[in-house]
């Protein structure tokens, strides 16, 4: 598998097919020339269109000042292959340390936000501020994916889906129940 | 595997072990002496004490009335020998069937609020409504988990991850990170 798979434009509205099955995700921001990087596995999707998505940034990672104050973010999915950067920079501060340096990651400018998209990951969803109004009561922030950007191969790439405890479990093989859906509630 | 796994009290700071993965819900309601089910993908776990679960139920769903209605209901988590009545589930309307009766699922008692747990499920976690703010905007409910209950084994089950178009990604195999995490990020 190319480390830097190549992209092509996805549908924002569809961008259920990755989040939904709730993946590990890496946060990528930008604030006053610094970028920095966090993992996430508390986010929800909440509406194809406009395709909203909600998550939780505690208000003690380094990143929830920045994604805050920019109001822009890209959420960045990464396969098993990135299994041991995600684990590195889920324990690691921005405040501390340059974390696309430290973990040998690759920017790419976005098209619509000024947050970083990480090259290496299997998709890239740029995301803006839709709604704070849970912020100051839970660190919920809901986004509104304005952009996607995902590679075609594979088509079900291996993810990973964190329990705690250091333990993820694996995602990757997939089952079809596709005949036993009315149309409509595909 | 037991049809009907015995479980045991679990602690309801800890449900993030199961939830945060995303794995496809049941969830179950009563309201007015019925009682229904309805499948759901669209929840994030959001804080560990109060235990607190946000979820979006379509207000198009028969579900919704009875859980708005009621302030409670069970989320039940659903192994893949499950994956025929998830399908079902999501497929019919509370409104014309006994989806319990259907599916051939079992009824129990919860102990802390008035919808049922459903046996064949591998976990049960009993909610109150919590929050209902962003109801009217998003469907979104946030709920807090006051009593959870989870079968011992199998330890890591499998379970189904949804991704649209009646296609689900499998979890089960488990990887290990935890000599990584520094203390305290666990």
Same sequence: chains 1, 2.
Wanted: net charge neutral.
């Amino acid at each position: 598998m190319a480390r830097h798979p190549v992209k092509t434009d996805f549908p924002v509205s569809q961008v259920r097919r990755y989040l939904e099955p709730g993946p590990i995700v890496l946060v990528s921001s930008r604030w006053q020339g610094r970028a920095n990087i966090m993992t996430m596995g508390w986010h929800t999707v909440m509406e194809f269109t406009p395709s909203l998505v909600g998550c939780v940034i505690a208000s003690s990672n380094h990143s929830f000042h920045m994604v805050r104050s920019s109001g822009e973010c890209v959420i960045n999915l990464p396969t098993t292959k990135l299994t041991d950067e995600v684990v590195g920079i889920g324990n690691t501060s921005g405040a501390d340390i340059d974390k696309f340096a430290q973990f040998g990651l690759t920017m790419a400018e976005a098209a619509k936000v000024g947050a970083p998209l990480i090259r290496e990951c299997h998709a890239n969803f740029e995301c803006r501020l839709h709604d704070d109004a849970l912020v100051d009561r839970y660190n919920f922030f809901i986004f509104e994916v304005v952009r996607a950007h995902v590679a075609a191969t594979p088509k079900h790439p291996e993810t990973l889906h964190y329990t705690g405890d250091g333990m993820f479990m694996v995602s990757g093989n997939v089952i079809s129940r596709r005949s036993l859906f009315r149309p409509g509630m595909l």
